[in-house]
């Protein structure tokens, strides 16, 4: 019965000094942050409304006549970025703002749907769990910024400085680059850079084209030489509108908002909602 009793003994030592190391499951995790930032809203006797996946937001300075950003729109806005301690991570202010596509996946998730709850010219603080921060990695910033350890919360204080559409980002390019372009209903920019003297590249006709594609940053992301297809089919749409519009020899600039391209998928290195700019040669038409 003593060996009986010793090896429960020993046993509940085991358990007790597993349990004690085991690490919070995910879903513990979580609620300690939630608790965290609820406690600081108390402690600080914040009134912050919070949405469904748990992002907490307060506004502080209303604009209601303003409007408040739509998937796919790029939103800029200055921040100063927190631990809940006090210790700053980061900033952007209004002379280099940090500029997103809204919803196309390309910043911290807890961020761009605190962003979403904001109109322009608004100000306002949002709190976020770390899940829908860095979670388990943490990040390191620049100095004189301190890291952001894994599982923190954090808060960014925040105004929205601008809003704009795919539409007015092309035209804004267009004017900054000096270009005279024409708008088709579908909102493909057609900018003609020499005419061609040949065929026209009308719907159902195999054509061969040199091309290069950009995004509205410059960045450039392909380019083939003598590339064929059918117009009408096997392309992006934008593309193979723009190319009709051409005749044999012709040289033009395509630029076109995402729903005539990749739209809220992207491809490969093309972000979802981002417009594209073609410089293309028609080459042949057949």
Partial sequence: MKTVQYVSILLTGVCLWSCQDKEPSANERFDENANQIQQYLSDNSIDAQQTASGVFY?????????????????????????????????KADSTEPLSFVLNAGLIIPGLNEGVAQFRKGEKGQIFI??????????????????????????????????????????????????LTATRTSSGLYYVEQEEGQGEQAVNGKEVSVDY???????????????FGFKVGSGVISGFSEGISLMKKGGKALLIMPSSLAYGEQGSNAIPPYAPLIFEVKLVEVN
């Fill in 129 to 178: 769990n770390s899940y829908h921060a860095f979670w388990d990695q943490g990040r390191d910033s620049e100095t004189p910024y301190v890291d952001i350890p894994p599982y923190a919360p954090l808060r960014f204080d925040i105004k929205v400085l601008d809003i704009k559409t795919e539409d007015q980002l092309i035209r804004e390019f267009i004017a900054d680059s000096s």
């Fill in 58 to 90: 307060r506004i502080t300075e209303a604009h209601a006549d303003s409007i408040k950003p739509k998937t796919g729109e790029q939103v800029s806005i200055s921040y100063e970025g927190y631990l809940l301690d006090g210790a700053q991570f980061g």
């Fill in 212 to 226: 290069t594609g950009y995004l509205l940053s410059g960045y450039k992301f392909d380019s083939g030489k003598s």
